[in-house]
Nanobody, 129 residues
């Protein structure tokens, strides 16, 4: 069992930056693929970024490429999402997710929410124009 707690959300002006953190408890954090998803009001949950257990493989949604970056610190059992050049359309609740499954190293494996077994409670990010 893995418990995930997100932090770092808030209100920021367009063009600003935020860094989200997700602290994980439980065993073998480094064996878990981690992901960030988001859900805007009235919209479906969407993939933002994913990272392999070692951190050597990352995927980012096209909508955030070049602006967001996922990383992890296995010594701290924490995964991060650095968000730069934020836009109003980035406004959403951001969720951290984890899975112990062995995923194929392709975007389609990382970006499917159904592959993730553990979820955090979410943190709100609001970008004002």
């Amino acid at each position: 069992q893995v418990q995930l707690v997100e932090s770092g959300g808030g209100l920021v002006q367009a063009g600003g930056s935020l860094r989200l953190s997700c602290a994980a408890s439980g065993r073998a954090f480094s064996s878990h693929v981690m992901g960030w998803f988001r859900q805007a009001l009235g919209k479906e949950r969407e993939f933002v970024a994913g990272i392999s257990g070692s951190g050597s493989t990352t995927f980012h949604a096209d909508s955030v490429k070049g602006r967001f970056a996922i990383s992890r610190d296995n010594a701290k059992n924490t995964v991060y999402l650095q968000m730069n050049s934020l836009k109003p359309e980035d406004t959403a609740v951001y969720y951290c997710a984890a899975t112990a499954r062995v995923l194929a190293t392709i975007p389609e494996a990382y970006d499917f929410w159904g592959h993730y077994d553990f979820w955090g409670q979410g943190t709100q990010v609001t970008v004002s124009s």
